[in-house]
């Protein structure tokens, strides 16, 4: 059971200073919050998806499920989402989406939920379908390499790395500039147990393709060029230290402001999920109505957020002021700025040499 109107009364209190500190700065939300219309989109797929789920339609019931949780983001959503995909056989996205679910929760303090979308991850991970794909050391030297898995770029920094897949064929393809493209298919599943591996061949370079040049050509000036023997130009001295430390200054500046944007978007966020966790519970210190709950979980997720955001975002905005009106005049050396984050504070920490 839970103490859901005093929850609310929290969650409300814990934003409400954070809005005005951005209303009074002028900040923007990174990203607008879900209008009515599109939460009601959202809660429409999701009990579309549910019924064919029911219905043994699982495989037409994912995408909507897909579709609610990108307008509406939710940990319920996402916990139907890993179970509609274990349903149809993905259970490679299965295995993600569960423990994408275990990590939220366990940030909204919902352990029971993180219990659940832990074991159900532990279950489907013995049985995951692996593939490794490693490639030629020849290729790796070639500018514009690229390896495609089902159609997605695979990033260099896992080959060879046996990575969970969804069973089925996967089609594997290897490309260059001015080399013959490889592919191959590779069956996973069924009675092929166990992981995979593809080996990449070196590419074969295509005859009469030009070759990459060993020198960048000199750059083209429109002064006349220097006489044989002269010495080389000397290079441009670097900019001053208050210039650096104006333009540090500036960047850490708008990353403030940004900060406050998204302190906002949260905040806005937390009210938004509050207002609509007393629509399923109403009258009563108590709430048993599970969407209810769901909600006022993530209120109180996205408040957490939003005082973090508002925290970082203004010492970051007032550090910036700082080091551009303040610092940067009177100071030469170059100076280092760095945040911090401890459990009772949040700041901006400048060292350097002053004159």
Known sequence: MRRLKRRQRSIAHCVGLGLCAALISGGLPARAEPSAADKAAAEALFDAA???MKQGRSAEACPRLEQSQRIDPGIGTLLYLAECYENTGRTASAWATFRQAMSESQAAGQADRARKAQARAARLEP???????????ENLAIEGFKVRSAGKAVDPAVFGVALPVDPGEIAIEASAPGH?????TVKLGGDNKGPASVDVPALKRIEGSPTAPLEPPPAQ??????ARGAPAPAPAQAASGGHTTRLIGLVVGGAGVVGLGVGTFFGVKAISKNSD???YCKGGSTCEDERGVTLTEEAKSAATVSNVAFGLGAAAAIGGAVLVFVVAPRQTPPVQVGAFVDARNVGLRVGGTFE
Do not use: H
């Not at 049985?127 to 050391?137: H, N, P, T």
């Not at 013959?180 to 191959?184: G, H, N, P, V």
């Not at 000036?221 to 220097?226: D, I, L, N, S």
């Open 50 to 52: 549910l019924d064919l």
């Open 127 to 137: 049985g995951l379908s692996k593939l490794s794909i490693g490639v030629a050391a």
């Open 221 to 226: 000036g429109t002064g006349p060029a220097p």
């Open 277 to 279: 966790a007393e629509g």
């Open 180 to 184: 013959e493209t490889w592919t191959t």
